[in-house]
Nanobody, 118 residues
C-alpha cells in the first residue's frame, strides 16, 4: 500500500488546517485497518492525532479532540484531516498511516510539512 499526503504547506493562525491522504494499492474499507494521522513538531517526538477505521469509526487524541475531525471519501480512496483554530504550536510534519489498531502504524506516507504563520 502507498499513502500520499497533500494540502497547503502554510496556514494562518486561527484558520483550519486541511490535509488529504490518497491511498493506492489497497482499499480504505478493507477489514480491519485503521487509517491514522500523526505529526512531529520540530525538535519533538511523534504525536498521534486520530484515526478512522475501515468501517468509518473515528478515534481522536484527547488533547486535540475538540479541534480535530477525520473523514473519508471511499469513492476516491482518501481520508482527510481537519484541525481547526491552529496556532504556531501546530507547526509540524504531518503523516498519514495505515495500521492494524489505533496505535499501530505499519505503513506511512512520506509526510508533509505544515507551517502555521501569519
Amino acid at each position: 500500500v502507498q499513502l500520499q499526503e497533500s494540502g497547503p504547506g502554510l496556514v494562518k493562525p486561527s484558520q483550519t488546517l486541511s490535509l488529504t491522504c490518497t491511498v493506492s494499492g489497497g482499499s480504505i474499507t478493507t477489514n480491519y485497518y485503521f487509517w491514522s494521522w500523526i505529526r512531529q513538531p520540530p525538535g519533538k517526538g511523534l504525536e498521534w492525532i486520530g484515526s478512522i477505521t475501515y468501517s468509518g469509526s473515528t478515534y481522536y487524541s484527547p488533547s486535540l479532540k475538540s479541534r480535530t475531525s477525520i473523514s473519508r471519501d471511499t469513492s476516491n480512496n482518501q481520508f482527510s484531516l481537519q484541525l481547526s483554530s491552529v496556532t504556531p504550536e501546530d507547526t509540524a510534519v504531518y503523516y498519514c498511516t495505515r495500521g492494524s489498531s489505533v496505535y499501530n502504524f505499519g505503513s506511512w506516507g512520506q509526510g508533509t510539512q505544515v507551517t502555521v504563520s501569519s
